[in-house]
């Protein structure tokens, strides 16, 4: 049996929240580039819900990283919101092969105190999300 790793690096989204660790648009293309250069697998570009800039730093990774022959996956993290999935299936649109990851609080705290739900509404909302950011990335591309 053979066996591959795959190397998903997250240095543009989970890098970046690290004290004082702020890159420009310019500098997160720069990264990603740099990054395909070493062949990784998937290039977690970014949270575009998170801010105008964020969002233009995805798509233009998408577009200038993500949208050659050959090129690694490139992946947005969204919350389990509609708006958030949109913004980032929009940032993904000019990459080859896109990764939409979709998140939301499962802890029994978080369902009672932060989004006010029960677990039955959160497992409906996390069908809803996932079906959206599916229909809006098309076939062929990951949901997670």
Known sequence: ????????DTT??????????????????????????????VIEAGFPAASPGEAEAVRRIAAEVGAAKGSPAIAALARCVPADVTVAAAALDPARRKQLHVFIATSDIHITHKLR????????????????????????????
């Open 117 to 144: 739900a029960t677990r039955e509404d959160v497992l409906e909302r996390i069908r809803s999300c996932v079906a959206q950011a599916r229909e809006m990335v098309g076939p062929g591309h990951q949901v997670e």
């Open 1 to 8: 049996m053979t066996r591959t790793i795959r190397v998903f």
């Open 12 to 41: 543009l989204r989970d890098g970046e929240q690290t004290p004082g660790a702020a890159l420009t648009v310019d500098e997160k293309v720069t990264v990603a580039k740099q990054l395909a250069r070493l062949r990784v697998d």
